[in-house]
């Protein structure tokens, strides 16, 4: 029997199997950010992944990059993601709420206060993001003060509280793709002379206060923590020191004893190697540029523990049935990755129809 199909236990769950769904923003929430109508169905359609974890979910309104993201730090939000969490469970599925505060990577039309965005410096993205009036170039955003470092903390704390009065089995703190945790990792964003700026020490300080503190408050077999090393995203650029910070946010993580590490692996395979030597606990690896023929190779070499799954996943709800009797797939409909309704949401056929 492939490993694939064997159990693995992740903080206090027992998963059926080593394959997980991805996360996906799939900007369908209400206006006020709680789960749209369709997001239960969504979700448990895909409950037969060991373990989901769900789009990227704000914990406060400075949190928001884009258009009908949900959040998880009102009353509202807990109602609505208890739907979701009740059918993934009902449906013999595990959840984790994945924490991403964008940072920079936001636009004032799209935030319930309309206020300028907080990041580590004050440098733009130089890139434009989707508004309600189109595109637009993302502003400068406001450099963060001591004071707003610790409350964002806190709020990464809060959300992670709320998600599990939720439901959630756990949280996946979003320190990759470009946004707020990943902003303070790199050098051309983050030009601060304080604790949190300047060496590799200072620059992972950020992201690691925050797991500490979540872990602290729900339990670190609760809390996961994402990382995309050197990823060309949000016009970040991590520069030669890249792969020594990264070894040390693994290491200081791993002191944690997190649930797991989420690496989206792009280029240094070096690096790879090395977060595994250094991470005791399971690693969840997507390899970008990955095959379904490939599929399995980082876990049979040991650099992985769990394989997420992104766009099969989106269109393919019986994923698993389907790779385990080499069906073919849906493919996926670009038009309806973000907002609408049910079209490219619920709809996908599964086998048995």
């Known amino acids: 029997m492939s490993d694939l199909w064997k159990p693995i236990t992740i903080g206090d769950m027992t998963l059926p199997h080593r394959l997980a769904m991805a996360p996906m923003t799939r900007s369908r929430a209400k206006a006020d950010g709680t789960p749209g109508d369709l997001a239960a169905e969504y979700y448990a359609q895909r409950s037969s992944f060991g373990l989901i974890v769900t789009e990227g979910t704000q914990p406060s309104d400075d949190g928001q990059g884009y258009v009908t993201t949900p959040g998880i730090y009102t009353d509202a939000h807990v109602e609505g993601w208890k739907k979701v969490t009740s059918a993934v469970h009902d449906a013999g599925g595990r959840m984790f709420i994945q924490l991403m505060h964008v940072g920079r990577m936001s636009h004032p039309d799209n935030t319930p206060h309309r206020r300028q965005p907080?990041?580590?410096?004050?440098?733009?993205?130089?890139?434009?993001?989707?508004?309600?009036?189109?595109?637009?170039?993302?502003?400068?955003?406001?450099?963060?003060?001591?004071?707003?470092i610790k409350k964002t903390v806190d709020e990464f704390v809060l959300a992670a509280r709320r998600a599990v009065?939720?439901?959630?089995?756990?949280?996946?703190?979003?320190?990759?793709?470009?946004?707020?945790?990943?902003?303070?990792?790199a050098p051309n964003a983050n030009h601060r002379t304080d604790a949190y700026g300047g060496s590799i020490e200072n620059r992972a300080r950020f992201g690691i206060e925050?797991?500490?503190?979540?872990?602290?408050?729900?339990?670190?077999?609760?809390?996961?923590?994402?990382?995309?090393?050197?990823?060309?995203?949000?016009?970040?650029?991590?520069?030669?020191?890249?792969?020594?910070?990264?070894?040390?946010?693994?290491?200081?993580?791993?002191?944690?004893?997190?649930?797991?590490?989420?690496?989206?692996?792009?280029s240094d395979e070096?690096?790879?190697?090395?977060?595994?030597?250094?991470?005791?606990?399971?690693?969840?690896?997507?390899?970008?540029?990955?095959?379904?023929?490939?599929?399995?190779?980082?876990?049979?070499?040991?650099?992985?523990?769990?394989?997420?799954?992104?766009?099969?996943?989106?269109?393919?709800?019986?994923?698993?049935?389907?790779?385990?009797?080499?069906?073919?797939?849906?493919?996926?409909?670009?038009?309806?990755?973000?907002?609408?309704?049910a079209r490219g949401y619920t709809d996908y056929p599964v086998l048995a129809a």
């Open 210 to 266: 925050v797991a500490a503190a979540v872990a602290a408050e729900i339990g670190p077999q609760r809390v996961g923590f994402r990382i995309s090393p050197s990823a060309p995203i949000g016009g970040l650029v991590e520069g030669d020191q890249a792969a020594d910070l990264y070894r040390h946010v693994a290491t200081e993580l791993d002191r944690l004893g997190l649930a797991y590490l989420h690496f989206l692996h792009t």
């Open 165 to 185: 009065d939720a439901g959630a089995d756990g949280v996946e703190i979003h320190g990759a793709n470009g946004y707020l945790i990943h902003q303070f990792f």
């Open 118 to 148: 907080i990041a580590p410096s004050a440098i733009a993205p130089g890139l434009q993001m989707f508004t309600a009036a189109g595109m637009q170039d993302a502003p400068t955003p406001r450099e963060m003060t001591s004071d707003d």
């Open 270 to 341: 070096v690096l790879a190697e090395d977060i595994r030597a250094r991470w005791s606990r399971p690693l969840l690896f997507l390899r970008s540029g990955r095959t379904l023929e490939n599929l399995e190779d980082d876990l049979l070499t040991g650099q992985a523990d769990v394989l997420p799954i992104g766009r099969w996943a989106l269109a393919n709800p019986d994923f698993i049935e389907r790779y385990k009797n080499g069906a073919p797939y849906n493919e996926a409909d670009r038009a309806t990755f973000y907002g609408g309704g």
